[in-house]
């Protein structure tokens, strides 16, 4: 008999329901986690965007009837590109992917998606959901810049939004909680700030940063991370009720 998989096991990222609790949850909606594969500096692995979707939709998933899906692991994170092990798809394929899966839970009766990013690079996100109006699929964008900034505030968070931008506090916080055997040593010593950033889109992170962080990893902690995850949960309520079915009293 093959052993549970630990709760903070990489392992448990993917989702192991069957047809038949589908079936018996009756899901509002779908958590649709996208992620990505960058370098977050030489600590933290090219995995974390998806990690922390991940979670962060098993979280708000616990105790809602939500389809949890399998998380988009690779997407637009082309100012990486100089780093070994970064991975990208074009903002093309990532938009025309994502309208794809919209449309096919529409045509097994979900017609509420809810995207749980934790890539900043994935900037066309937003436009899916701002051209979903119409196509009959209700749609959202979660965590959006006012739940980060709640949680972080939660959490008691040091490093402003802005200047914790990659491998930072917030992202190695979240690690060091619901997944520490992935965070590798030296974050206590790999702070690295750059807070004048105009040209990021045309030079790229490389301009910026040598590691390839941004941020202060050194200030981060399993606590931060626990109380993040708890201030993103309770941020949810509201997209929750938003999408939920007329009369439905999830929250």
């Known amino acids: 008999m093959t052993a549970p998989v630990p709760r903070n096991s990489a392992r448990a990222l993917l989702t192991a329901d069957t047809t038949q609790d589908v079936r018996e949850r009756q899901p509002h909606f779908a958590l649709l986690p996208v992620g990505s594969f960058e370098q977050h500096g030489p600590f933290l692995p090219l995995i974390t965007d998806t990690v922390i979707a991940c979670t962060v939709a098993d979280e708000v998933a616990a105790s809602r009837p939500a389809l949890l899906l399998p998380p988009l692991t690779i997407s637009c994170s082309h100012e990486h590109a100089a780093w070994p092990g970064t991975v990208s798809i074009s903002a093309r394929t990532l938009h025309t992917v994502v309208t794809d899966i919209a449309d096919s839970l529409r045509r097994s009766g979900i017609d509420s998606l809810i995207l749980v990013n934790g890539h900043g690079g994935n900037y066309v ?127």
């Open 125 to 251: 996100l937003r436009n899916i959901v701002q051209e979903s109006g119409g196509t009959g699929t209700r749609m959202a964008l979660f965590p959006g810049p006012a739940d980060w900034d709640a949680a972080r505030t939660r959490a008691g968070v040091e490093t402003s939004a802005h200047s914790d931008m990659h491998a930072g506090e917030l992202e190695t916080s979240i690690l060091l909680h619901a997944h520490p055997e992935l965070v590798r040593p030296g974050h206590a010593s790999a702070d690295h700030l750059a807070d004048d950033r105009r040209h990021l889109l045309t030079l790229g992170m490389p301009a910026y940063t040598d590691s390839g962080v941004l941020g202060r990893p050194s200030l981060a902690s399993a606590r931060k991370g626990r109380e993040l995850l708890a201030g993103l949960v309770e941020a949810f309520g509201e997209y929750a009720a938003l999408l939920a079915p007329q009369g439905d009293g999830h929250g």
